[in-house]
């Protein structure tokens, strides 16, 4: 006669396990070594252009993780499941970097004249100046006039101070409600759990907008003639892609430890790798589409973008970043046994934020006269490992703060008792 095996209970320390702290030590080594580098590059070649464009990557990436890890908790408030229950705190965590990456922001916008056509050349008069100097295609002076309304330096603050103000509202509102609801010891979890569907289903709609709003701004309008509108999507479902790895790295690792060793237990961990699976499909169907809807209609102020990325080199990079971003996660997160392995799925997680950080690459650096259709190396290209490398790092120690300053696990969640559940056994 056989007994099942007892449930597992949970520590007493819920904290997250001392090695965070060396995490950060060490995050904060490599941010410090990447931003030396990152000035002597500038230095070396003389020139500044690189590395603000590199920031661009950097912000892109540490805002993915940050306003995505926000988006992605508020879909598990409102989907529920036991997956919410492994990744709220380490969610919750990233959407607190919000001060990081406004202060990232307002670097980028300090320096928009230096970025953005439409913003140093904001005038017809000045536009058709630059056409006749080289510096801009004629077609941009119409687009320049007839975008102005929106594509303005007051419009670029205005309405980046209101969408992190707006933001950061929904993460003190999330945050704050989750520790009431385990405060609460009443039995109260269904009201609490209302209550966060009504604040996450409403604020994934506010998001979706101010997010396509500002990636607009930020990078589709780096080239002035060029627009889609599938070009929001593509980043949300891309944030979802890279917090997913990044929520995979973290509680893989923090199971090494309480209270993460007691309560990931491998079917959960298998279900996390099909969510990630799910995102690179979906990844790879959105960008797709808005290719071969661009291809196909041939017009010459859309199809240019892709012509930009096309020659002079940079079908190199595309085939790339197809096979880094799509092919090789999908081959890898077909396994049922990578999925299940932990060191092998934590690979896997990490090959997938460097692939997200090469599509930005190839995102941002041709829409630039001296890149467009002309691939080239040069140390200015290197900016793009040492200016994200360094940006991403102090977000990562910013990231171990917040996670060392709350318990690890939601108490008051209905899923807990099934998740202490020991696993079935297999004949």
């Known amino acids: 006669m056989t007994h099942a095996p007892h449930a597992k209970t949970l520590p007493a320390d819920l904290s997250a396990p001392a090695f965070v702290n060396t995490w950060r030590a060490r995050a904060l080594m490599v941010a410090v070594l990447f931003s030396v580098t990152a000035v002597v590059l500038a230095i070396a070649e003389k020139s500044w252009d690189h590395f603000f464009r590199a920031w661009i990557v950097g912000l892109m990436l540490t805002f993915g993780f940050t306003c995505g890890g926000m988006a992605l908790l508020m879909v598990q408030h409102v989907s529920g499941g036991k997956w919410g229950l492994l990744l709220r705190r380490p969610l919750e965590a990233m959407s607190r970097c919000l001060p990081l990456v406004f202060a990232y922001w307002v670097v980028l916008a300090a320096m928009v004249k230096s970025l953005y056509q439409w913003a140093a050349f904001p005038t017809e008069e000045l536009a058709k100046a630059a056409v006749v100097a080289g510096k801009l295609p004629e077609a941009a002076v119409h687009a320049i006039v007839w975008k102005a309304p929106m594509l303005n330096v007051q419009a670029f603050w205005g309405s980046g101070i209101l969408c992190f103000a707006i933001w950061g509202f929904y993460t003190w509102r999330l945050n704050s409600l989750s520790l009431q609801r385990d405060a609460d010891k009443q039995g109260n979890t269904p009201i ?236």
């Open 192 to 427: 609490w759990i209302k209550r966060m569907e009504n604040l996450s289903g409403f604020g994934l709609v506010v998001y979706a907008l101010t997010m396509t709003a500002m990636v607009i701004y930020w990078v589709m309008s780096l080239d002035v003639t060029w627009s889609s509108s599938v070009y929001g999507l593509l980043f949300l479902v891309g944030q979802g892609y890279q917090t997913l790895a990044l929520s995979l790295i973290t509680v893989i690792s923090l199971s090494k430890a309480e209270p993460f060793k007691t309560v990931l237990r491998t079917t959960e961990q298998h279900d996390l790798g099909k969510f990630t699976f799910a995102f690179v499909m979906l990844n790879i169907y959105l960008a797709f589409s808005q290719f071969l809807i661009i291809w196909s209609g041939n017009q010459p102020e859309e199809i240019h973008w892709y012509m930009n990325r096309f020659n002079g080199g940079w079908a190199i990079i595309i085939t790339l970043d197809f096979l880094f971003h799509w092919l090789i996660p999908f081959s890898l997160l077909l396994s049922r046994d990578i999925k299940r392995n932990k060191k092998r799925l934590i690979r896997v997680a990490q090959w997938m934020i460097f692939a997200k950080a090469f599509d930005l690459f190839w995102l941002v650096e041709p829409n630039f006269n001296d890149a467009a259709r002309n691939l080239h190396f040069s140390l200015g290209i290197l900016e793009y490992i040492a200016v994200p490398v360094a940006m991403v790092s102090l977000w990562v120690a910013f990231y171990c703060t917040q996670l060392k300053s709350r318990p690890l696990v939601a108490t008051n969640d209905p899923h807990l008792a099934e998740i202490l559940e020991p696993e079935h056994a297999h004949a």
